[in-house]
């Protein structure tokens, strides 16, 4: 059974960092490309950054650029996502999803939400003054 679960969310002031876990069992994720997504309350869900399997393409959504970093550990099986000097309006739902085709599809300057197949429960973080 396939189970993406992230961690690392919670509450954190403007400026201050956090950093995200998707751990993944039942798959390898040096298979896959990994991305991952947010959704704020009221709005639809949008990527923020993706990585290829071979971990040398990266994507980032213009809003996070300079200040998000995705990576992986193949060897625990887990992706991250560091965020720093976060942002009131980086509060959302955090979600990590696997792609099996391992490449970042991007298109519109958007991830491809629909080639990913297998996505985790999400985690909270929220930014507040």
């Known amino acids: 059974q396939v189970q993406l679960v992230e961690s690392g969310g919670g509450l954190v002031q403007p400026g201050g960092s956090l950093r995200l876990s998707c751990a993944a069992s039942?798959?390898?994720?040096?298979?896959?490309?990994i991305g991952w997504f947010r959704q704020a309350p009221g709005k639809e869900r949008e990527g923020v950054s993706c990585l290829n399997k071979e971990g040398d393409f990266a994507y980032y959504a213009d809003d996070v650029k300079g200040r998000f970093t995705i990576s992986r550990d193949n060897y625990w099986n887990t992706a991250y996502l560091q965020m720093n000097g976060l942002k009131p309006e980086d509060t959302a739902v955090y979600y990590c999803a696997a792609d099996w085709s391992g490449t970042c599809s991007i298109v519109a300057g958007n991830p491809q939400q629909e080639k990913y197949s297998h996505w985790g429960q999400g985690t909270h973080v929220t930014v507040f003054s």
């Open positions: 039942g798959l390898g994720i040096d298979a896959y490309a």
